[in-house]
């Protein structure tokens, strides 16, 4: 028979001990971890860490070669300037898309004092149509549609941004579905169509 200070003081069963401990370990593996959800950079192991805590360098040899957020020395540049280059050329994308466009109103509107605004030295315009030369001096014409849906698909732009070739979907009203190319050139502090290709 059990005395009352052996009553007074609750049993812990095996199992109960077998969950604390198990839930020490876990918190103690968290910590070393540096908590639960810390995120653990790519290719890092955890020996370059347990370096990094007791205030010893890391091992060089296993550093990481891709560049990090707001590392300026980074191969291929830091994130900051990859991001920089990425945003010109997506305004650079915006300006002649919107060229394009303007260039195709214009031909709807017949009104061909502004096309030719748009269009490279040597271009002809004439009403519904441009003729052009291509890279081999052929002359080429392309024929506008009365009615057109321009959606951009593609776009790749020369190492020196002077030549831009553009890949559209053309949905007319018929309901028809065309690909045309447009190939843009720098003039000047701008752009201009140099060929329309279907």
Do not use: W
Not at 5 to 31: I, K, N, Q, Y
Not at 82 to 106: G, Q, T
């Amino acid at each position: 028979m059990r005395t009352s200070a052996e009553r007074g003081r609750p049993r812990r069963s095996p199992f109960f001990a077998t969950l604390l401990l198990g839930g020490m370990l876990l918190s103690g593996l968290s910590a070393s971890l540096g908590g639960c959800g810390a995120p653990v950079r790519e290719g890092t192991t955890t020996q370059q860490q347990d370096r990094a805590s007791d205030g010893s360098p890391p091992n060089a040899s296993a550093a990481q070669p891709a560049p990090k957020v707001g590392n300026d020395e980074g191969q291929g540049g830091s994130c900051q300037q990859i991001l920089e280059r990425k945003m010109k050329e997506y305004d650079l994308r915006n300006e002649v898309d919107d060229l394009v466009h303007r260039l195709f109103e214009a031909m709807a509107r017949g009104d061909l004092n502004t096309a030719r605004t748009l269009v490279a030295p040597g271009v002809e315009i004439a009403p519904g149509k441009m003729t052009f030369q291509d890279a081999q001096g052929r002359k080429n014409e392309y024929t506008f549609p009365k009615d057109e849906c321009l959606r951009l698909r593609g776009f790749e732009f020369s190492p020196d941004q002077s030549r831009g070739e553009l890949s559209y979907e053309n949905r007319r009203a018929e309901g028809r579905f065309a690909e045309i190319y447009v190939t843009v050139v720098r003039v000047g502090d701008g752009y201009r169509v140099s060929a329309i290709l279907e």
